[in-house]
C-alpha cells in the first residue's frame, strides 16, 4: 500500500519540478479535451502557450501579458503576505473595487481640473480605498474573533453593488447620452496610469515589479518577515517570539487591501479607462490562484501570474484562431490549476510503500 | 512609439500578404460580450455571423471571441483579429466603444463596426435597431389582449434604451385601451434567468396579466406559462417554443441583412462609415408571428401599424405628447427627433412612478 | 404607490421557491463545513448540477431521473476537490476556486446542444386536504415536490447532526480533526463523504434552477446563487435550520424587493441589495462574540503524521 510521508524539509527539487510537471499533465490532458472537441490538439496546445511570445505578433502580445499580469501579480504579493501567517483575505476582488472608485472619484469630482497632483492623489485614494475595505474585515476579526474569510467575501458582494450604483448614478458621464459608465479616465493625460500604452506599461506594472522585490526583502530578510512565517507555522511559538496576533492581521490584510485597491485604481485610470457596471472582471479571485500557484512565494507569484496571463491571452487567440469555444478555455485553465495543487503534494511529502506493520 | 509603427506595419504588409494570397477571402471578425450560448443578445449576432458565411460562402471567412469583458480584452481581442488580417471587425456591446476607436486608430485598413454606440470614425461605423418600433406593436397588442388593465414591464438598468421601449409600448397600449396601467420592475441585470423568472411572478402575483421584459432570458416566458392566463412577448429572439400562449409575437434583432451588407460593401471597396440606426422597414427589427391567441381584428390592426412604421408614414413618438410631470414634449403632430430618442431619460406622460436614478 | 396589489400569500409561496435552490447548496455546504473543510466550487457544482440534470431530463423525459442526474454530476465534480484537498492535500480556497472555474467551463461544453430546448414539466403536486387549508395551504403544500424535499432534507440534516452518532462524529471532526483521528475515526474518509452530499445537494440545487424554477439552460445561469448559499451557511451559523431561515430571508429579500418596485414603491434597489451580506456580516460578529463560531478545523489540511 502507497502512503504519504512527510518530508522533514520541503523538497528543493519538486519545489521547481512540480510547475513542470503540472503543466506538462495539463497539456496532456488538455490536448485529449481538445481532440474531444475536434480540434487539433497539438495546434490548440501551441496557440495558447507559444503564440503569445514567439509568433510573428509576439510583439504585441508580450506587452499584453504585462497589462493582463500586473493586477494579478501585485493583488497576490499582497494576499501572500496574509495567507503565508494564516490570515485569509478572500475578498480582494471587493477592495479592488474600492480602490478604483476611490482613486477614479478624485479625478471625476474635480474634472476638468488638470494638475500633477492629481495622479499621486489618485494613487494614495486608491491605495485607502482598498486599506480601508480590508480593515473591516481586520477590525472585526481583532475585536470580535469574526472569521475574516467569510466577512471579506460578504464584501465582495456589497462593493459590487455599490459600483453598478455609481456607474449608473453619481458618477456617470454626463455627456454620455445617458448611458451607464464614467469618463474615461484613460483619455485625462493629468489622471491617467499608463506610461506607454504601445508597451504595456503603465504604473500598475511598475508597482507589481516594486511590491515583488519589497516582499521578497520583507520575507528574507525583515522581522516582521520572520513573524508572518512563524504566525503562520507555529502561532503558539509566535505569541512566545512577541508576536502580536492583532497587529499581524491589521497588517496584513491592511496591505493586502491596499495592494489590491491599487491594483484596481491602476486598472480603471489605465487599461480598462471606465468605472462600469462589470469594471471587475474577476481579477481579486484569480489572483487567489495566483499566489497559491506561486506558492506563497513572491517571485513564483510573478511566475504565475505571468503565467495565468499567457493562459488568456493565447486562449483568446485560440477561440479566434481554431474556434476553440470559450468554456474550453476555461476548462483548461482549472485543469491546470487542479495539477499544480495536486502535484504540489510531493513538495512537502513523498510516496513511500508502507509495510504492514507500520500501517 | 516605434511599437505603433511596427504595428502599423505589420499591418500594412499583412494586408499585402492577404490580398496577395487570397485575393477573394474576405476575413470578418466579431467580438461577443456574451457566450454565442445565451440564447439572447449574443446569439443573435452569432446568427449574423452564421448568414454572412451562409450568404459569402467560400468567399468569406469568419472569426469570433465570445465572452470578452469591457475593457483591456476586448482592445487586445480586436488588436489580435486586426494583426491577424480581418478586414471587417463588428464589436457587438455598447461597453467596446472606447476600446474600438483606440484600436481602429491604428489599424486605418481595417473597418470597424460598433453596436450601440456614438463615436464614429472614418473607419469606424456605428450601428444599432430603433427597437422601440416594435415595442409600439407589443404595446398595442397588450393594450387590447390585457383584461386586467394591468401590464407588466421587466426592464434591465434604467438606460434610454430600456426607457424609450417603455414609453413606446405604453403609448400605444394607452391609445389601444386607455385603461391601461404600467407596472415597472428593474432587475439591475441583463441576464439572470431565475432573478427574471422572480420579477416575472411577482408582476403576475400583482395582477398584470402581460408581460413585456426587456431582459433576455425565456424565465419569463416559462413564468407566465405556469400562471396560466398570462401573454408575453418573445425579446431579442423569437422564442417561438412557448407560442401561441404565452408567447403571443415577438421582436427579433436580426442582424442578418445589416451584417451581410457591410461584408458585401468591404468585398466591393464601397465601404464608408456611416451611423446606421433601422428599424421595422429595413428589417433589422423583426415582428415574430402574431399568434392565434390574438383576435384577428387586433392582428389586423397591429400589421398595419407595422406596415406604417415600416413605410416611415407613422412615427412612434409623434405629438401631442406630454412628459411625466405634465411639461409639454412633441406638439400636434411633430415627431421625436434621434437626438432626443437617442439620450431618453425621462418618461411619458400617464406612467407611475420614477426613473431609478 | 398601490401596497393592497401585493398579496402576502402568493408572496410567501414564492418566497419558498425562490429559496429552495439556495436552501439545496446551503444544506449539502453546511455539511461539508461541519466536517472541517470549506469548499468555496459551490458556483461550480451547482451550474454543473444544472446541465447534467437538464440534458438527462430532456434525453429521458423525467424530471425525476433528472434531478438524480444532477446530484451524481455535483457529486461527481466535487470528487475532484476531495480528491485535491483529502488525498493531495491541496489548499482548500485555492482548490474551490479553481472547481468554480472548470465547472463553469465544463458546464458551457455540454450544454452547448441544450440551448431554447423547453425541458418536461415537473408537476406541481398538491398535498391533498392540506392544499385546501385557507392561507396556509397555498403557501406551504402547493408546492413542486423538489420544495418539499428541500425542507425535508433540512429537518434531516438538523437530526443527523444533533441526534445521531454518526452526526457526532462528523462534527468531532470538523471541531478538531487530530482528536478526532487519534479516537480512530477516518477522518478523510468523513470528509470525503460530506464534500460528497454537498456536491450531490449543490447538483439538485442547480437543477432546480433549470429545470423548475427558469426553466431552461442558459450557460452561466446559476448567476452567483452558489456564492448566495456560502453566505448562507454563515448566516444560519453551521445550523440547519437557522440555514433555512436565512435562505428564507436572502430569497424573501429579493422577492419582497422586486414586490415594492411593482407595487411603486421608489426604493433603493442597490442598497436593499447589499442589506443580505451586511446582516450576514453582522450575524457573524454577533456569533462570534458569543463564541459560537465556525467549525475549529475549517479549512485546514489533515494529514495523519503517523
Partial sequence: MIRLEKRPEPSRVWNYAAPVVAVIATMIAGGLLFAFLGKDPVASIKTIFWEPLFSEFAFYYRPQLLIKGAPLVLIAIGLSLGFRAGIWNIGAEGQYIMGALSGAAVALALYPLEAWWIFPAMVIAGALGGWAWAMIPGLLKARFGANEILVSLMLVYVAEKLLAAMALGLMKNPQGYGFPGSRNLSQMPWATSWINQNAGLHWGVLFAIAAVIAAYVLLSRHLLGFQIQLAGQAPRAARFAGVNPTRLTLFCLGTSGALAGLAGMFEVAGPSGIVSIDFNAGYGFTAIIVAFLGRLNPIGILMAGLLMALTYVGGDIAQSKLGLPKAAIQMFQGMLLFFLLAVDLFTNYRLKWATKEAA | MKLSKLLATAAVALGLATTAMAQDKTKVGFVFVGPVGDGGWTYEHNQGRLAVEKEFGDKVETVFVESVPEGPDAERVMTQMALEGADLIFTTSFGYMDPTINVAQKFPNVKFEHATGYKRADNVSTYSARFYEGRAIQGHIAGKMTKSNIIGYIGSYPIPEVIRGINSAYIHAKKANPNVQFKIVWAYTWFDPAKEADAAKVLIEQGADIVLQHTDSTAPQAAAQAAGNVYTFGQASDMASFGPKPRISSIIDNWAPYYIARTKAVMDGTWTSVDTWDGIGAGMVGIGEISSEVPDDVKAEALALKDAIASGSYHPFTGPLKKQDGSDWLKDGETADDGTLAGMNFYVEGIEGDIPQ | ?306
Avoid at chain 3, 128 to 148: E, T
Wanted: glycine fraction near 12%; include cysteine.
Fill in chain 3, 1 to 306: 404607490m398601490d401596497l393592497s396589489a401585493i398579496n402576502p400569500v402568493l408572496l410567501l409561496a414564492s418566497l419558498l421557491v425562490a429559496a429552495t435552490p439556495l436552501l439545496l447548496a446551503a444544506i449539502g455546504e453546511t455539511i461539508v463545513e461541519r466536517a472541517g473543510v470549506l469548499n468555496l466550487g459551490v458556483e461550480g457544482m451547482m451550474i454543473t448540477g444544472a446541465i447534467c440534470g437538464f440534458a438527462i431530463c430532456v434525453n429521458t423525459g423525467s424530471p425525476v431521473t433528472g434531478l438524480v442526474a444532477a446530484a451524481i454530476g455535483g457529486a461527481a465534480l466535487s470528487l475532484v476537490f476531495a480528491f485535491l484537498t483529502q488525498v493531495a492535500l491541496a489548499n482548500q480556497v485555492a482548490s474551490g476556486l479553481a472547481l468554480t472555474l472548470f465547472g463553469l467551463g465544463l458546464s458551457a461544453l455540454l450544454g452547448q446542444n441544450y440551448q431554447g430546448i423547453k425541458p418536461p414539466s415537473f408537476p406541481r403536486f398538491d398535498i391533498p386536504l392540506l392544499a385546501d387549508i385557507p392561507v396556509l395551504g397555498p403557501i406551504l403544500f402547493r408546492q413542486d415536490p423538489v420544495v418539499y424535499l428541500a425542507l425535508a432534507l433540512t429537518l434531516a440534516t438538523w437530526a443527523f447532526l444533533k441526534f445521531t452518532r454518526a452526526g457526532l462524529i462528523l462534527r468531532a471532526v470538523g471541531e478538531n480533526h487530530d482528536a478526532a483521528h487519534a479516537l480512530g475515526y477516518k477522518v478523510i474518509r468523513i470528509r470525503t463523504l460530506a464534500i460528497l452530499f454537498g456536491g450531490a445537494l449543490a447538483g439538485m440545487g442547480g437543477a432546480y434552477i433549470s429545470l423548475i424554477r427558469v426553466p431552461q439552460w442558459t450557460e452561466g445561469m446559476t448567476a452567483g446563487i452558489g456564492w448566495i448559499a456560502l453566505a448562507l451557511v454563515v448566516f444560519g451559523a453551521w445550523k440547519p435550520l437557522r440555514v433555512a431561515l436565512g435562505a428564507f430571508l436572502f430569497g424573501g429579500i429579493e422577492v419582497v424587493q422586486l414586490n415594492l418596485q411593482a407595487a411603486g414603491v421608489a426604493i433603493p434597489v442597490e442598497i436593499l441589495a447589499m442589506s443580505p451580506y451586511l446582516i450576514t456580516i453582522l450575524v457573524l460578529v454577533i456569533m462570534s462574540a458569543d463564541r459560537s463560531g465556525a467549525p475549529a478545523s475549517l479549512g485546514r489540511s489533515f494529514h495523519a503524521s503517523h
